[in-house]
T-cell receptor, first 116, second 116 residues
Framework: AQKITQTQPGMFVQEKEAVTLDCTYD???????LFWYKQPSSGEMIFLIY??????QNATEGRYSLNFQKARKSANLVISASQLGDSAMYFC?????????????FGQGTTLQVKP | KAGVTQTPRYLIKTRGQQVTLSCSPI?????VSWYQQTPGQGLQFLFE???????NKGNFPGRFSGRQFSNSRSEMNVSTLELGDSALYLC???????????????FGSGTQLSVL
């Protein structure tokens, strides 16, 4: 069985500072993919970044980077230069690499508030 | 390119009634997945349809059902509504075939269902 754990229910960060959102996972699959999504108050889930378990380098997408530590089974999201628009709920998710099905396993989420 | 469209945005029903939610995926996407989001249980996978066939199913009672049409549009039905069915129901679409498991899901804004 797969499980995602996000231990920070809520976090605050000052505008323009960097913030790290924690994600640990558990899986028996040898190959898997890890995703981060952002959910603003509008409800829509917005894809941020992807990391494959086979990727040698940490993923980066603009201000988002993923601190992937396979041995520790952690995939923390780093947001640099926080903006007010980053205030939202953030979800870590995973699926086996074996296929591109629509089934993702999500963590409980972390609510991020950016202070001006 | 239009995103994932879910209708209606809000819905209020009473216990015992049934409800149908609709999802129009991104053009060209053949996979549609449904998720239930509640404050207590978080995001839980309901089912996935690919080319009009149910490909994956989550751990929900038979009151929850769905279907997919030839144009990839999908509907989700919940019969004999219970208070605990109050939730945000999210639909996600993707190409759903091949690949290395890195295919991201595109989500709609959801349907907020309240059962009174």
């Amino acid at each position: 069985a797969q499980k995602i754990t996000q231990t920070q229910p809520g976090m605050f960060v000052q505008e323009k500072e960097a913030v790290t959102l924690d994600c640990t996972y558990d899986t028996s699959d040898q190959s898997y993919g890890l995703f981060w999504y952002k959910q603003p108050s509008s409800g829509e889930m917005i894809f941020l970044i992807y990391q494959g378990s086979y990727d040698e380098q940490n993923a980066t997408e603009g201000r988002y980077s993923l601190n992937f530590q396979k041995a520790r089974k952690s995939a923390n999201l780093v947001i640099s230069a926080s903006q007010l628009g980053d205030s939202a709920m953030y979800f870590c998710a995973m699926r086996p690499i074996s296929s591109n099905t629509g089934k993702l396993i999500f963590g409980q989420g972390t609510t991020l508030q950016v202070k001006p | 390119k239009a995103g994932v469209t879910q209708t209606p945005r809000y819905l209020i029903k009473t216990r015992g009634q049934q409800v149908t939610l609709s999802c129009s995926p991104i053009s060209g996407h053949r996979s549609v997945s449904w998720y239930q989001q509640t404050p207590g249980q978080g995001l839980q996978f309901l089912f996935e349809y690919f080319s009009e066939t149910q490909r994956n199913k989550g751990n929900f009672p038979g009151r929850f059902s769905g279907r997919q049409f030839s144009n990839s549009r999908s509907e989700m039905n919940v019969s004999t509504l219970e208070l605990g069915d109050s939730a945000l129901y999210l639909c996600a679409s993707s190409l759903g075939s091949g690949g290395r498991g890195n295919e991201k899901l595109f989500f709609g804004s959801g349907t907020q269902l309240s059962v009174l």
